[in-house]
């Protein structure tokens, strides 16, 4: 769990603002996936990125939510103009590239919006 | 869409007591997974079960995948106050666009009293 790293543990914004979550994932592992979570709720995901490459985003709103994981760098996690609902905590995994792999999860980023 | 149905949702008990957390689907996972998560923090996975009818052991804890791949059980003996947490079950989806996309069941609050 502790090999990804995700920063910030905790995001405070106002409503309108842009939120920027990054992930880092365990070193050798080529595939990201970010998830949602309510309080008290199970994990919903959200987009699964290798790469340069976004390969699912099929749990993501469609406006003012974006992905990303260039060649250089953590993947961003990035929410445009930001509401009270999407106040959550936010969950980055990453897995190595095999045959019924396990995702490892990062310690997540709360975002509180007021 | 595939759906994990987790039961129950709250569990409280005195230590010592025996318990079992459930997860069913009507779809097949290419492997199931168990986490646990402690307030503030990720889950941390706890074992990843792939062929069906296999059961594995965890000191107190024993985890069964169905034969068909479409169900789960946790059971936990002699629950003790350490293992009050989240449970969580996830199926792991297999192939294609959807390699390693979790589908996660809503969770278990598990609370033990001393």
């Known amino acids: 769990n502790a090999g990804v790293m995700q920063n910030p543990r905790h995001l405070v914004r106002r409503r309108g603002q842009e939120a920027r979550l990054r992930c880092s994932p365990m070193?050798?592992?080529?595939?990201v996936y970010w998830y949602r979570q309510l309080p008290e709720e199970g994990l919903k995901f959200m987009v699964y990125l290798q790469k340069e490459n976004i390969i699912d985003e099929s749990g993501m709103p469609k406006e003012r939510f974006s992905a990303e994981f260039p060649k250089e760098g953590p993947s961003i996690l990035r929410i445009q103009q930001v509401v009270r609902g999407d106040s959550a905590a936010y969950f980055c995994?990453?897995?190595?590239?095999?045959?019924?792999?396990?995702?490892?999860f990062g310690q997540g980023t709360r975002l509180t919006v007021v | 869409t595939q759906l994990l149905e987790q039961s129950p949702q709250f569990l409280s008990i005195q230590e010592g007591e025996n318990l079992t957390v459930y997860c069913n689907s009507s779809?097949?996972?290419?492997?199931l997974q168990w986490y646990r998560q402690e307030p503030g923090e990720g889950p941390v996975l706890l074992v990843t079960v792939v062929t069906g009818g296999e059961v594995k052991k965890l000191k107190r804890l024993t985890f069964q995948f169905g034969d068909a791949r479409k169900d789960s059980s946790l059971h936990i003996t002699a629950a003790q106050p350490g293992d009050t947490g989240l449970y969580l079950c996830?199926?792991?989806?297999?192939?294609?666009?959807?390699?390693?996309?979790?589908?996660f069941g809503q969770g278990t609050i598990l609370t033990v009293h001393p």
């Open positions: 996830a199926g792991a989806h297999a192939g294609g666009t959807s390699y390693g996309k979790l589908t």
């Open positions: 995994a990453s897995s190595p590239l095999t045959v019924n792999t396990e995702a490892f």
């Open positions: 779809s097949v996972f290419s492997s």
């Open positions: 070193k050798g592992h080529s595939h």
